[in-house]
């Protein structure tokens, strides 16, 4: 019996070992307020590095998305029965996107049937999982409240505004396919009547989806005019509750980012991971400053600039990975799920509504001590992920779009970051790949500078590693400054938390 009960735990201690055994958790613990924060903030990111080919799958995930976004604004308490003014514009925006849907159904000329945006797919889950949320919770709300009306209004106006930039983005990406089309067209001596409406780059068939993505952003932007810095100050802040959620949040960040890495190469995911890398060094950086103003941390000429070199180190290899990406490329959940929850666990000590917080702001938050010491040990552990990222960089079948890789090669040549070709100017990239959009085998300039920018992360994220080690190793001082911190009575800058800023409880770490 004692050999069948060994045996029995022996294959439990395989599968503890087995990367495809380990249980995921599915649980988001964060509030509708940091939701709709994250809209935004993916929003933004987006149209950041928006891409004429991104255009196709962006118009075809843009009318789910509004679907989405419409479904959470009508679960949102308050709304008087009848007609209500403030329900007009996102009225309007849902009509004018199943107009989109209703063309781009059953079509077979540009964009066609295909995939949607992962981006945007993401933002849309997003909102779905709010809805829920408040259809779950809004009852609770006191809506009649001053405070409570004031972070409903300020939720419909985050909601909003997240529908504008991602309108603006769809538009962006279709003037960028235009103007590819008219570089095309053009590199292969054939005439091409120009727009004379938006922009001149809004040739067929782009100038129609132009006009109703346009028309959906002048709807959203009425909304927002002469209301959207006054609505944000109304909205409430979720105070610390849980010390230990950033620790909770790095700690599943580190084996989510591991897991991603250690299965097939996915630029999409390591894009995710770089960017959530130069996340972590700038966050820490602003913790870091609190915790020496609130006299956690002893003053260090090295730890800020060492941090703030990773960064930037993170975040243009980032840059790089998003050239190899291709576009439709979907997201690994657990890994944009962990992402997600790193940026609202640290959003929840760096800012205050929209802005950051000042080191005073922060230095007396509670659990700011923490925190720093879980920063810190995140960038110890990024010098190991960088190493792990550049062996992914030196992968011999790196692929990309050809029009990005083609861009990326002559900039690199120009730059100096590589060395020219043998015969002086190269077509790194066929013209023929370029026009088709395949994926092509990333060019030698491009690959090269890769494996430089990998090679700096790893060095500049050593570099930080030590810096924080040390900075570490006076933990004793750092234990005692927590006891001292947390004697002091905390300050509670908002009394509301209910929803559309609350969740359900979070998972004890």
């Not at 810095?229 to 620790?247: H, N």
């Not at 990998?454 to 930080?464: F, G, H, L, M, P």
Request: net charge negative; charged share 20%; proline share 7%.
């Amino acid at each position: 019996m004692a050999t069948d009960l060994r045996l029995a735990y022996a294959d439990i201690d395989e599968e503890l070992f087995d990367v495809d055994q380990i249980p995921v958790t599915s649980r988001d613990v964060r509030s509708v307020g940091e939701m709709l924060f994250d809209v935004d903030y993916l929003a933004r990111q987006l149209l950041m590095d928006v891409g004429g080919d991104d255009a196709g799958t962006l118009l075809r995930s843009w009318p789910t998305m509004v679907a989405a976004a419409e479904d959470l604004w009508a679960s949102l308490p308050g709304r008087r029965p009848g007609a209500d003014e403030r329900d007009r514009p996102i009225t309007r925006l849902s009509a004018q996107a199943s107009t989109i849907e209703s063309s781009l159904s059953g079509r077979k000329a540009w964009p066609g049937q295909g995939p949607t945006n992962p981006r945007v797919d993401q933002m849309t889950q997003t909102l779905l999982t709010a809805a829920a949320l408040v259809r779950r919770y809004g009852a609770e709300i006191p809506h009649e409240q001053p405070d409570a009306h004031r972070d409903l209004e300020a939720a419909r106006t985050r909601l909003m505004h997240g529908l504008y930039l991602t309108a603006h983005a769809v538009n962006v990406a279709l003037h960028d396919k235009g103007r590819d089309r008219v570089n095309d067209a053009r590199g292969q001596g054939r005439l091409v009547q120009l727009a004379q409406h938006h922009s001149p780059y809004a040739i067929a068939p782009m100038g129609v989806w132009v006009d109703r993505v346009s028309a959906c952003e002048s709807t959203a932007r009425s909304y927002l005019t002469d209301r959207f810095a006054q609505a944000l100050a109304g909205e409430a802040i979720r105070t610390v509750d849980d010390p230990g959620r950033l620790a909770q949040a790095m700690a599943t960040w580190d084996i989510q980012s591991h897991r991603a890495l250690a299965r097939d190469l996915e630029p999409s995911n390591i894009l995710l991971i770089t960017r959530t890398q130069g996340l972590v060094a700038g966050a820490s950086m602003v913790l870091v400053d609190a915790a020496t103003t609130a006299g956690i941390l002893e003053p260090s000429d090295r730890l800020v600039p060492a941090i703030a070199e990773a960064g930037r180190s993170w975040s243009n290899l980032a840059g790089r990975w998003g050239d190899l990406a291709p576009p439709g490329a979907r997201l690994e959940e657990p890994l944009a799920r962990a992402a997600a929850e790193v940026r609202a666990a640290y959003r929840q000590f760096t800012h205050n509504t929209t802005t950051l917080a000042t080191p005073e702001v922060i230095a007396t938050r509670p659990g700011l001590p923490q925190a720093t010491v879980t920063t810190l040990g995140a960038i110890e552990a990024g010098s190991e992920l960088a190493h792990v990222a550049a062996e992914k960089a030196a992968s011999a079948n790196l692929t990309g779009p050809a029009r990005a890789l083609s861009r990326r090669a002559h900039n690199d040549v120009e730059s100096g970051l590589a060395g020219p070709g043998a015969d002086g100017d190269v077509v790194w990239v066929s013209p023929a790949d370029i026009f088709a959009r395949r994926i092509v085998p990333i060019p030698r300039p491009a690959r090269e500078a890769l494996a430089k920018s990998s090679a700096t992360v790893v060095a500049v994220s050593s570099a930080a590693a030590a810096a924080a080690t040390i900075a570490l190793a006076n933990y004793p001082s750092v234990a005692r400054a927590t006891e001292r911190h947390l004697s002091q009575p905390a300050v509670v800058r908002h009394e509301f938390t209910g929803p559309p800023t609350r969740s359900a409880p979070h998972h004890t770490p």
